[in-house]
C-alpha cells in the first residue's frame, strides 16, 4: 500500500470515528462508575475512553514523525558518505588515470629510444653494406681495368706484326 493510499484510509478512520462520537455523543457524555483497582470514580465511560484513543493516537503520530525524522537524517548522512566516497573514488581515479599516463608516456619514450637505436643501428648497417659494395665495385673496376688492360697489351703483340707486314709493302710503293 502506498503512502497516499495509506493516508486516505486514515483520514477516513478518523472522519469514521468522529461521526461515530457525534451520533453516539449522549452515550460517550453519559455518566457511570469506574474502578480503578484502588478507588470508584463516577465519569462518563466513552469520554475516558475516547481521551486514551486520542491520547495513543497522539503518540503513534509523535512516534511515526520522530521514525520519519530519524529516516530523513540517516538519508541526509548517507547521502553526505556517499558524496564523500564517491569523491575520493573520483580522486583516486584521477590519480590512476594521471600515473597511467605517466607510465604510457615512459613506455612510449622507451619504444621511441629503441625505435631510435634500431634505426641508427640499420643506417649504420647500410652504410657499412654500402662501403662494402663500393670496396668491390672498385675491386672489379680495377680487375676489369687489368684484364682489359692485358687483353690490349696482347693484342697490340698480336697486331703490331701484323700491321707491321700490311704496312711494309705499301712503304715500299
Given at each position: 500500500?502506498?503512502l ?8 477516513l ?23 480503578l ?21 497522539g ?10 525524522a ?14 564523500t ?14 600515473e ?12 621511441e629510444?629503441?625505435g ?14 654500402e ?22 697489351d ?20
Amino acid at each position: 500500500m502506498n503512502l497516499r493510499a495509506f493516508s486516505l484510509t486514515l483520514v477516513l478512520a478518523l472522519v469514521l470515528l468522529a461521526a461515530f462520537a457525534t451520533l453516539n455523543w449522549v452515550a460517550i457524555a453519559a455518566p457511570s462508575t469506574l474502578s480503578l483497582g484502588f478507588a470508584a470514580v463516577t465519569a462518563p465511560l466513552g469520554l475516558v475512553m475516547l481521551g486514551f484513543t486520542v491520547a495513543i493516537s497522539g503518540l503513534f503520530i509523535v512516534y511515526i514523525l520522530l521514525l520519519q525524522a530519524g529516516v530523513i537524517l540517516e538519508a541526509r548522512r548517507l547521502t553526505k558518505e556517499v558524496k564523500t566516497q564517491r569523491e575520493l573514488a573520483d580522486t583516486a581515479e584521477a590519480s590512476r588515470f594521471t600515473e597511467l599516463r605517466t607510465l604510457l608516456e615512459g613506455e612510449l619514450r622507451k619504444i621511441e629510444a629503441q625505435g631510435a637505436a634500431s634505426n641508427s643501428a640499420f643506417v649504420f648497417r647500410i652504410e657499412q653494406l654500402e662501403r662494402g659494395m663500393q670496396d668491390k665495385l672498385a675491386e672489379a673496376t680495377g680487375s676489369l681495368s687489368a684484364y682489359l688492360g692485358e687483353i690490349e697489351d696482347k693484342l697490340d703483340r698480336t697486331l703490331a706484326p701484323a700491321q707491321a707486314r700490311i704496312m711494309a709493302p705499301q712503304a715500299l710503293r
